[in-house]
């Protein structure tokens, strides 16, 4: 039996998790739509030639016998709304990034969830399922490369548009890595600092870019992530683990090695979509699975308020040129 | 609406091509399954807990009217009579290779397909349906290396055991290149010649190992295909394509990159199963697809005719030391 | 006709430097050499059977007329006396670094040597010197990266002793790397800071290691600098520069790959000598051919005294943890 | 005491050589030079300003009391003519190659050389003298890959002029091949095949382009090498060397890693001088520092006679398309 699932948005990304869900994902089927756009809503499913039902707005959706679980997929400032709705009709929720546009609105969340009594949250951060990632992790955690001492990272994008600002830096772009690293390390953050190298000519004036962000955890682990969103040759993201016995380093893309006009080469993505569109797809299918035996797993909304308060440091310390402390509280034991 | 599927042969493939299609691909439903072993078949039908019906042999099995499609994964020697009645009950039949252990009988089955008017069979040549072999094909076709003179291959196994003889080098090893590398020129063979290099002190004593099988096209594209199957080192397949303008090469699988104990190195695999088990995938889900979409593609009866006739060129090379032609008659116009 | 060498030191680089001059490099004979341990200087000459004179003393052998340029390969604190009494000699002097052990020794001999007129001192980093740091420069300066924004650097050791202390990763690791990105970049450095990640295990009880060292430049560029002297896995120098429009990273050396053992690997380096063995024999035969010329070039005293001025902050960060400004001086025409 | 060189042949390589003996090369000098036409030797010394005698012919120079070792660099077909003429002077010869333009040719100087009763012919072949190659050969007599099986080889020029004909292929080309895998595995060579791939569309019309060769030696291994003198993309030299538990690879020249214009990529060379010019330094070098010792080493009249006649059976192959049989006679004890 499909999971019935309801979708709220309709957008460029939730557009896609329908797709997702109804085409390549096993044992799940969208019985519910609904966007701020109902035509666009309606045009979507017409589009997908899928029977889904669209509702005038996403508490009807979440509150409908119909629904099992739901999707949230629309504009960020309305997440914590609908999660907030979902935890309290007690069905399950895979909510896109940002779980919400406030540290405060995630812990909100969280203390909903932790009231409730059972997990139900799932975030949508997608590289912990990336099997380059996964491969990274399987080497920390076998102790091969001993101890991690320090990371060296890098998320480069080819270009960005005139709307991206300079803190986007974080709440879009430094945000995978906040939350994958936490992940991927099982710790956290305690520190953080951001210094501006000299700006790259291909900046738009408003921006500054590239970006260097400086991260402490509590066990002592350094982490420097290079964010350079204008970087023109590629869509390229970089992890080295460095141990202390040895250095990991997070995969290549596969590419056919090429020799033509006196160059060795692999050709380089150029489209975040493409280096991790397997991801999304076992993210989704992982909260269906999940959702249907009873036990949501994956991003939680700990790691959501977490990642928040991670990025709400480093906007001040952009702004500060400080060394700005992560104030996290302890974790409850929900969600240890 | 899942395709109803029954697999004849409940052996190692056979089991793992029903937990595939139950547990993994889109709209497949396993419900009828024979063996020669029919309390392997039942044994099979409870460990996976799949609803299917164990039938008491294969004809029983193609003619009942609860199935739509079917697997062949019995012993090579009774693939033939299986697919001749499987075309013969007008249903679709995805073989596991080899389509049938003589040429003369793939030719039987190419004719009994023609006669049908209708693609129904797909052989289970499952390099095609690798993300690395289409790169590079996608490579090939897009021009940018020029034509394609001379592809210099490798299919390396760690080690064989003793039942693996000189022949089978042949049938069993380089059978999947002369499957992939049609596929991949466009293009057949029209020569083949066999030499044996001094043999690894590795290899049994009634074994020649390593090999070199040298092939010629009808487009005078030269291939050298390396067979050795006591490597040690891994699993290791290779393709390099000259091209008139560059070279491009099969991508090695990905992997995390290590720098310990004085070496910078990849991993390789040991196990051809981890290779290609997203081709498994792929393959069936094809299979699946294509019969729910009326249209049987993939490699085809010919495909498997002309593998075979290959094969047998590439065996009597081995025992001639001898150019060999490969008298593959002209292709119908039912397979263009 | 070969320029008549007198060496000052004969421990382990002198004695190798002598070797070097009389077997490897053109136009070169050392003819006087000493050492505080006359015994060892008489055995070097003796071992390497080279008709050098020993001297009592540096001051006799610089000042002697049979001597046309030195090379100072003594103990650490004793350089800037003998480098101050060539100039004051007015011969040609290669000093092994560090060139003084203070800044302020440093500032002396830059003002001896302006005051002279005339550049007559070369300092001993051989960095520049390294084919892949020339080649990588070549890149940078060809515009094909477009400004150097960022540079990602790694010096690493497998172990060092017990008599390795904390600054020593900058007085004598780092200072490799604070000559050639100086040189690298046509830059000089403005703000440094160091930060100190989770200790390795394997190092001993009062070293931090590994260490991070940012550097800030005058343009702006910000460079990270890991310094790990306990990484057990090799001599690995690192060193990426990422420009507007690409990035450039220094070629590893030349190695068989190898697949064996269920690994694709290329060797890693274990010793820091056969890393730069050859930019040793480039760089002094750059100082023969120099003064033979009339002309000594290479690594000035002020080269020499910037990379002592950009330590001395790196060690007041160490110990304070803040970001501490470089305060060099305005460079003397001179040296430009 | 530098050794006093004359040289015969003052053409490009002959002018290369003389640069190289007066100025990067130890304890060597040009004395004696002369050419067919001796404006131009007369020109050469002028230009490279050494204080060298222009004699009118090839025997004078041999003769000359001023002259203790030759380089013959003249026309190839003078080349026996000279060497023979050296060896009856009793005076080491360094003679580029070939040794002689027919394998009888070469015969005659090992038959004058055994006789004189001590080496004195070092042939001109550089590649043994190749940083990678023997590093190759380290590994290979390491043992660490076992005994070798199989060679893959590659030999590729970007171009080639209308002058280049198809056994040049042989005689100019693989001629190198021919000459470095006997010495990587101290084995000779039984017999030779020639194949013919489809021919590149890049190649002018008189010239069969690509080939690929196929070589067996006396202990068994099997050798190709693709002999493609028009791939467009580069200078390219590949060797990989399958052993019974693992391959070993020649090294890719020493690189910058780019990241630029959606590409991760190393440059190949374009010109053969730059990938094998320190070679010729280490080569020559030998050779002038065996003759100061008293015993030439590097390759020898046999190995110049042994490559001779393997390339005589590869033109047959050419032309016959047959497996020819290499018919090298028994090593004289002289060369063991």
Same sequence: chains 1, 2, 3, 4.
């Avoid at 993505?269 to 699975?289: N, S």
Wanted: hydrophobic letters at 45%.
């Amino acid at each position: 039996m499909s999971l019935k699932l309801g979708v709220i948005g309709t957008g460029a990304i939730g557009r896609d998790h329908i797709r997702r869900c109804s085409q390549t994902l096993l044992n799940s089927q969208v019985v519910a739509v609904t966007d701020i756009n109902l035509e666009q809503a309606a045009k979507v499913v017409a589009d997908l030639q899928i029977g889904a039902e669209v509702y005038p707005d996403g508490h009807a959706l979440i509150n409908s016998a119909h629904v099992e679980a739901l999707l949230v997929t629309s504009w960020g400032p309305s997440h914590e709304e609908f999660v907030l709705a979902a935890i309290a009709a007690g069905k399950p929720v895979f909510c896109e990034k940002p779980l919400a546009v406030t540290a405060d609105g995630c812990r909100k969340i969280v203390e909903a969830e932790v009231a409730h009594g059972k997990r139900l949250v799932q975030v949508g951060f997608m590289r912990p399922y990336d099997e380059g990632y996964r491969a990274l992790k399987a080497v920390i955690d076998s102790g091969q490369i001993g101890e991690p001492l320090m990371l060296h990272c890098a998320h480069r994008n080819p270009s960005v548009g005139e709307n991206y600002k300079t803190d986007m830096a974080i709440t879009d772009t430094l945000i995978h890595e906040l939350d994958v690293l936490r992940w991927l390390l099982a710790d956290d953050y305690v520190s953080v600092q951001v210094v501006f190298p000299r700006k790259s000519s291909k900046a738009l004036a408003h921006l500054r870019d590239p970006q260097i962000v400086l991260l402490e955890t509590a066990k002592g682990t350094r982490i420097d992530v290079e964010v350079f969103v204008n970087c023109q040759y590629g869509y390229d993201i970089q992890c080295e683990v460095v141990g202390e016995t040895g250095i990991a380093r997070l995969p290549e893309p596969s590419q056919v090695q090429m020799r033509s006009g006196a160059k060795l080469s692999n050709a380089i993505l150029m489209d975040w979509k493409d280096r991790f569109i397997a991801a999304y797809d076992v993210e989704l299918q992982a909260f269906i699975d999940g959702v249907r035996a009873g036990q949501v797993s994956g991003p939680s909304a700990w790691d959501g308020f977490a990642a928040a308060v991670a990025a709400d440091a480093c906007i001040e310390a952009q702004n500060s040129g400080q060394i700005v402390k992560v104030g996290l509280p302890d974790r409850p034991a929900f969600y240890r």
